[in-house]
């Protein structure tokens, strides 16, 4: 069992930067792979970024690619998210979830088992 909280969502204004920090429990965080994605009002949950367990592998949506950084520290059992230069379109509720495999689909969310509660994120224009 993994239980996953989120924080440092707010307020900030577009062009500014934000991190996300995702904390988990349990002992065996190290093999998790652990993903954010958001939704925003009236939108499907979105895949934005994951990181194996061991950090060696990442991956990014196009929309992020280049502004967001996922990165973790298993000896703290956390998992950030530094985004930078943000858009009113990243404007959203910002969840982590844990997977247990790591597969081809990992932009998928039915390929991951926990999930925290989420996080505002709101980027004013």
């Known amino acids: 069992q993994v239980q996953l909280v989120e924080s440092g969502g707010g307020l900030v204004q577009a062009g500014g930067s934000l991190s996300l920090s995702c904390a988990a429990s349990?002992?065996?965080?190290?093999?998790?792979?652990v993903g954010w994605f958001r939704q925003a009002p009236g939108k499907e949950r979105e895949f934005a970024a994951v990181?194996?367990?061991?950090?060696?592998?990442?991956l990014y949506a196009d929309s992020v690619k280049g502004r967001f950084t996922i990165s973790r520290d298993n000896a703290k059992n956390l998992v950030y998210l530094q985004m930078n230069s943000l858009k009113p379109e990243d404007t959203a509720v910002y969840y982590c979830?844990?997977?247990?495999?790591?597969?081809?689909?990992?932009?998928?969310?039915?390929?991951?088992?926990?999930w925290g509660q989420g996080t505002q994120v709101t980027v004013s224009s």
């Open positions: 979830a844990a997977a247990a495999s790591w597969s081809g689909r990992m932009y998928e969310r039915l390929n991951y088992d926990y």
């Open positions: 349990g002992r065996t965080f190290s093999s998790y792979h």
């Open positions: 990181i194996s367990g061991g950090g060696g592998r990442r």
